[in-house]
């Protein structure tokens, strides 16, 4: 059994505001009355065991003198205490104007000092967040078309299918509401968990595991789509606490984005770290491409142009053929991705159930394990 939030005050009055965030957050923490002692017998001290186990301890600023903790004559924080280092220690105080509470702090080995009241809401998150196990988040890539039908809900559905069978922990966020569900692509449009519409109310913080547990988990994915009723609309607070809820759980996270910006989606849209503009090697689709990518670079710090040959696998000779994928980046002002062929037969496995990306020699799954081996190793994208 995992150990809980540590709280160690004598301050009744700390205490009950501690066990009020605790309680936020969804936990009940131990509670240790009083600091430890120095010399050997802090190991009889009431949170000693809880000390060394727990995710997340908050030490009120009223037990920071106990001599368990203790300091060195030069100053150096905890030589001369039994109380070991560990990270994941917080110093909670109420004083700003009390310049010790910072030294205190250091004589704890707190890494942060949090101020109360002002500091509740990042504290009630802090707490969270160390319940949750949350590490660094999520490798969170957005995929947009230049214009409709240029693959974007193909490529995103890949991305996430080839990131899951690598081993990732993986969720795929169906951002565009008319885009049909991305459930149907990956054959889980009968599949049991909650859809957007039920997140449409959401606000504040969503819990990362809670998310997970209640979203539909074909091919080793977490797929959050639309259902097949009447639009609801999401709110950008929605979005935000969804999103930030999926990216906290760490690993990867895709996100299928429409064409059109609106305040949801540019709420999706500053949580990405790298996008990826899927355009068709004609000029008209570059003409709308740039529209779209103008709209979207000021929000997405990484914007990067996936380039396909023009208009699907059936075309033959083109009249812009020479619009290589070199070219069309540079009209667009963008990095170029890598190109990514048109796969055949694509449209005939989904129907037999097989997911886009799925095939492992095609042409998307070759793109995709290219693009993850370079990017989660931090060495670019796809070439």
Same mark, same amino acid.
């Given at each position: 059994?995992? @150990?809980?939030?540590?709280? !160690?005050?004598?301050?009744?009055?700390?205490?009950?505001?501690?066990?009020?965030?605790?309680?936020?957050?969804?936990? *009940?923490?131990?509670?240790?009355?009083?600091?430890?002692?120095?010399?050997?017998?802090?190991?009889?001290?009431?949170?000693?065991?809880?000390?060394?186990?727990?995710?997340?301890?908050?030490?009120?600023?009223?037990?920071?003198?106990?001599?368990?903790?203790?300091?060195?004559?030069?100053?150096?924080?905890?030589?001369?205490?039994?109380?070991?280092?560990?990270?994941?220690?917080?110093?909670?105080?109420? #004083?700003?104007?009390?310049?010790?509470?910072?030294?205190?702090?250091?004589?704890?080995?707190?890494?942060?000092?949090?101020?109360?009241?002002?500091?509740?809401?990042?504290?009630?998150?802090?707490?969270?967040?160390?319940? *949750?196990?949350?590490?660094?988040?999520?490798?969170?890539?957005?995929?947009?078309?230049?214009? $409709?039908?240029?693959?974007?809900?193909?490529?995103?559905?890949?991305?996430?299918?080839?990131?899951?069978?690598?081993?990732?922990?993986?969720?795929?966020?169906? =951002?565009?509401?008319?885009?049909? $569900?991305?459930?149907?692509?990956?054959?889980?449009?009968?599949?049991?968990?909650?859809?957007?519409?039920?997140?449409?109310?959401?606000?504040?913080?969503?819990?990362?595991?809670?998310?997970?547990?209640?979203?539909?988990?074909?091919?080793?994915?977490?797929?959050?789509?639309?259902?097949?009723? @009447?639009?609801?609309?999401?709110?950008?607070?929605?979005?935000?606490?969804?999103?930030?809820?999926? &990216?906290?759980?760490?690993?990867? !996270?895709?996100? #299928?984005?429409?064409?059109?910006?609106?305040?949801?989606?540019?709420?999706?849209?500053?949580?990405?770290?790298?996008?990826?503009?899927?355009?068709?090697?004609?000029?008209?689709? !570059?003409?709308?491409?740039?529209?779209?990518?103008?709209?979207?670079?000021?929000?997405? &710090?990484?914007?990067?142009?996936?380039?396909?040959?023009?208009?699907?696998?059936?075309?033959?000779?083109?009249?812009?053929?020479?619009?290589?994928?070199? @070219?069309?980046?540079?009209?667009?002002?963008?990095?170029?991705?890598?190109?990514?062929?048109?796969?055949?037969?694509?449209?005939?496995?989904?129907?037999?159930?097989?997911?886009?990306?799925?095939?492992?020699?095609?042409?998307? =799954?070759?793109?995709?394990?290219?693009?993850? *081996?370079?990017?989660?190793? $931090?060495?670019?994208?796809?070439?």
């Amino acid at each position: 059994m995992a @150990e809980n939030i540590l709280i !160690v005050t004598e301050d009744e009055e700390l205490l009950d505001d501690l066990l009020r965030l605790c309680a936020a957050a969804g936990t *009940e923490p131990q509670v240790a009355h009083g600091g430890p002692s120095g010399g050997a017998g802090w190991a009889s001290w009431s949170g000693a065991a809880s000390w060394e186990r727990a995710p997340l301890v908050l030490v009120g600023d009223d037990c920071a003198g106990a001599s368990g903790f203790g300091a060195a004559d030069d100053g150096t924080p905890g030589a001369d205490g039994p109380v070991p280092r560990r990270p994941g220690v917080l110093l909670i105080g109420r #004083d700003w104007d009390d310049p010790g509470v910072w030294q205190r702090g250091v004589r704890v080995g707190a890494e942060s000092v949090a101020l109360l009241p002002d500091a509740e809401s990042w504290l009630t998150g802090r707490i969270a967040d160390a319940l *949750e196990g949350v590490g660094d988040a999520a490798l969170t890539v957005g995929v947009i078309g230049g214009r $409709g039908g240029a693959g974007a809900s193909t490529l995103a559905c890949a991305l996430a299918v080839t990131a899951a069978a690598a081993g990732e922990r993986t969720t795929l966020v169906d =951002a565009d509401p008319l885009g049909g $569900g991305l459930d149907i692509l990956l054959g889980a449009e009968r599949t049991q968990g909650l859809r957007w519409p039920d997140f449409a109310e959401s606000r504040g913080r969503v819990g990362g595991a809670a998310l997970a547990d209640s979203l539909p988990r074909p091919h080793g994915l977490s797929v959050l789509s639309w259902d097949r009723g @009447e639009r609801a609309p999401v709110p950008a607070d929605a979005m935000k606490a969804v999103l930030s809820a999926a &990216r906290r759980r760490g690993g990867v !996270v895709v996100v #299928d984005l429409p064409r059109q910006v609106d305040a949801t989606v540019a709420e999706a849209l500053v949580q990405l770290d790298l996008g990826l503009a899927v355009v068709p090697a004609e000029l008209r689709a !570059v003409a709308a491409a740039h529209r779209v990518a103008a709209r979207t670079r000021s929000a997405v &710090r990484d914007l990067r142009a996936v380039v396909r040959p023009p208009d699907g696998p059936q075309r033959r000779n083109p009249p812009d053929a020479g619009l290589d994928d070199t @070219e069309v980046a540079r009209l667009l002002g963008l990095p170029l991705a890598g190109e990514l062929p048109w796969e055949r037969g694509l449209l005939a496995d989904v129907d037999r159930g097989w997911p886009p990306g799925s095939a492992k020699n095609g042409a998307l =799954a070759r793109f995709c394990g290219r693009f993850w *081996e370079q990017v989660l190793s $931090g060495t670019g994208v796809a070439a």
